[in-house]
């Protein structure tokens, strides 16, 4: 079946403009997570949707990052007024439930690139 | 330091080779063990999750230590295809979770 999947594949933007990712996740997967990886660099957990819900936003690295899902399926990152420290790949996960023993799904990320 | 800590890497291997990797997580409330495979600008894929009494998968094997707070990966007979960075991963939490991801270890299997 279709796995998770990530638009845009690969996103170039100036400074300070906004961006906005999008993941599909796998169909029925109630849990979605939003990870960033810099170069060479571990994967940073930025948020996790339980259904429509976010209820720890705590990871997200400033204010100007925000995460809404829809319909407990897509979901959209948005970074506002970009730095070129966003640049990373975001990646999306989903799991079948949100428990921490789920197995956690990859899309292929969104490399950004802030100029 | 890091909440999840793994070997820096990289190991050069030859084919046919064991190759062992470590972990060691500093949370003690930490709940689920996992193994994940990263190829080069590809996203990570499970590879085991890992239980207290130990797991083999073919020539992988993953064990878990609690109160030693360590995790390890052996991997026997190593084949080409087994290079990739592997990421050891935690999960901590009830109710709410956090997913911690370790820096990863590169390894490279030359023929």
């Known amino acids: 079946g279709a796995g998770v999947s990530q638009s845009p594949s690969n996103k170039v933007t100036e400074k300070g403009k906004d961006v906005e990712l999008r993941c599909d996740p796998i169909?029925?997967?109630?849990?979605l997570y939003w990870y960033r990886q810099s170069l060479g660099q571990g994967l940073e957990f930025l948020i996790y949707f339980q259904g429509n819900s976010a209820p720890d936003k705590s990871g997200l690295p400033s204010d100007r990052f925000s995460a809404e899902r829809t319909g407990g399926s897509v979901s959209t990152l948005t970074i506002q007024r970009t730095q070129q420290e966003d640049s990373a790949v975001y990646l999306c996960?989903?799991?079948?439930?949100?428990?921490?023993?789920?197995?956690?799904?990859f899309g292929p990320g969104t490399r950004l690139t802030v100029l | 330091r890091k909440e999840v800590e793994q070997d820096p890497g990289p190991f050069n291997v030859p084919e046919g080779a064991t190759v062992a990797f470590n972990c060691t997580y500093s949370n003690s409330a930490s709940q689920s063990f996992f193994w994940y495979r990263q190829d080069c600008r590809k996203e990570p894929k499970l590879l085991m999750s890992v239980y207290s009494s130990g797991n083999e998968d073919g020539r992988f094997t993953a064990q878990l230590n609690r109160a030693s707070q360590y995790i390890s990966l052996l991997i026997r007979d190593s084949k080409l295809s087994d290079s990739a960075t592997y990421l050891c991963v935690v999960t901590r939490g009830t109710g709410g979770f956090k997913t911690i991801f370790g820096a990863g270890t590169r390894l490279f299997v030359k023929a």
């Open positions: 996960a989903s799991s079948l439930a949100y428990q921490g023993s789920d197995t956690q799904y």
């Open positions: 169909s029925g997967h109630t849990a």
